[in-house]
C-alpha cells in the first residue's frame, strides 16, 4: 500500500502542491499550524529520518533552502522532523513553517 | 565576540555535555522543554540553517543518528531547527527532543 504522500504524488488524493520536480513534492500541510506550514516529501518512500540515506536529508535541506528563498523567508522560518514522536504518517517528510512568507505563497490545487 | 556555545567549547561557560569531539558538541538545553532536549551544535560558528554549508547540515544529521542510537530512540524523537525565528542565539543548533532515553542521559558538567 503507497502512502498518502505517494498517493498524492500519484494524483489519486487532493493536495495542494507549491512545488514539485522529480525528486521532491512540496506541499501544504492538510491543517496549517502557522500562515507558511509546508511539508518537504521526497517522492522516494522512506519511513523516518533515522532510516533515510543521509544523501536524501542533505537533498531536503537543499529544498528547505529553496523553499526559504522562494518565499523570501530566508532569515525567518522552523524546520520540525517528527520520527515516530508525533509523526503521524509514516513517509519521511519536513515540515517548514512561518508567520511570514505567506503572500509569496501559490499553491497548485490537485484533486 | 564568540557566541555562547563558542564559549562553552572554550571552556569559559558552564554547560552540562553528552558529546564531544572535534567537530561537534551537544549540551543540554539550558531550559529543558522535555525529558530528553539536547542541542546538537558544529563548532565551527555558523549563524543559522539557511548559511550553513549542506555538508555541514550533513555532519549535523549523522550526528542526530548517533545520538538517537545512543539513547536507543532511533524511532522515537523530534528535532527542530529555529532559523531566525525563534532562534535565540545566533550560532546553528538542532533541538533533539524526546519523552523516551532519559535514562541513558548521561552529562560531562563542566563550570
Chains 1, 2 share one sequence.
Not at 489519486?12 to 500562515?35: G, M
Request: net charge negative; glycine share 4%.
Amino acid at each position: 500500500m503507497s502512502s498518502i504522500f505517494t498517493r498524492i504524488v500519484n494524483r489519486e488524493l487532493p493536495a495542494k502542491i507549491f512545488l514539485e520536480d522529480e525528486q521532491v513534492i512540496v506541499i501544504e500541510d492538510i491543517r496549517p499550524r502557522s500562515p507558511v506550514h509546508l511539508l518537504i516529501i521526497p517522492k522516494t518512500e522512506t519511513t523516518n529520518f533515522y532510516e533515510t540515506p543521509l544523501e536524501t536529508l542533505s537533498m531536503l535541506n537543499e529544498y528547505v533552502k529553496k523553499v526559504a528563498a522562494m518565499l523570501e523567508i530566508d532569515d525567518h522560518f522552523q524546520v520540525a522532523i517528527n520520527n515516530g514522536l508525533g509523526q503521524e504518517i509514516d513517509h519521511l517528510h519536513f515540515h517548514f513553517l512561518s508567520d511570514r512568507g505567506a503572500d509569496k505563497l501559490q499553491f497548485t490545487p490537485i484533486g
